[in-house]
C-alpha cells in the first residue's frame, strides 16, 4: 500500500514549536530514497522545507535553516521536522513527500513520486 501519514500539526503561538511525523509504508520508503518536507500556504505554490539522503545529510530552504530540525529513523519508517522559533508565515499544510532517487537533494515538488495528505500548521502572532 502507497501510504505517507503526517500527524503533529496544530495551532501554536509564534516562537513556538511543533515536531511533525510522517509514517511510511514499505512501498514508499527505504533508506536510499530521497526524503522532504514540502508546505503549501493557501493561494501559494507548494515549496520546499527541507530533504534528507541516505547518509543521511539535511538541507534546509533558507526559510527553515537554523530554526527546523529534519531527521529519519529507518527502523520504523518514519520521518520528523522539528520546527523552533515558528513565525506566522509558516502557517501552511505540511507534507512529506519520498523519492527512489538516491541522489539530488532538490526541493522541487515535481522531482517527488510519493506524498502525505497533509498537515495543518497554524502559527498565530
Known amino acids: 500500500q502507497v501510504q505517507l501519514v503526517e500527524s503533529g500539526g496544530g495551532s501554536v503561538q509564534a516562537v513556538g514549536s511543533l515536531t511533525l511525523s510522517c509514517a511510511a509504508s514499505?512501498?514508499?520508503?527505504?533508506?536510499?530514497?530521497?526524503m522532504a518536507w514540502f508546505r503549501q500556504a493557501p493561494g501559494k505554490v507548494r515549496e520546499g522545507v527541507a530533504v534528507i539522503d541516505r547518509r543521511p545529510h539535511a538541507v534546509y530552504a533558507d526559510s527553515g535553516k537554523d530554526r527546523f530540525s529534519f531527521w529519519k529513523d529507518d527502523a520504523v519508517q518514519s520521518l520528523y521536522l522539528q520546527m523552533s522559533s515558528l513565525k506566522p508565515e509558516a502557517t501552511a499544510t505540511y507534507f512529506c513527500?519520498?523519492?527512489?532517487?538516491?541522489?539530488?537533494?532538490?526541493?522541487?515538488?515535481?522531482?517527488?513520486?510519493?506524498w502525505g495528505q497533509g498537515t495543518r500548521v497554524t502559527v498565530s502572532p
Open positions: 513527500a519520498t523519492d527512489p532517487r538516491e541522489y539530488g537533494l532538490d526541493l522541487s515538488p515535481s522531482r517527488y513520486r510519493y
Open positions: 514499505a512501498v514508499v520508503y527505504s533508506p536510499h530514497y530521497l
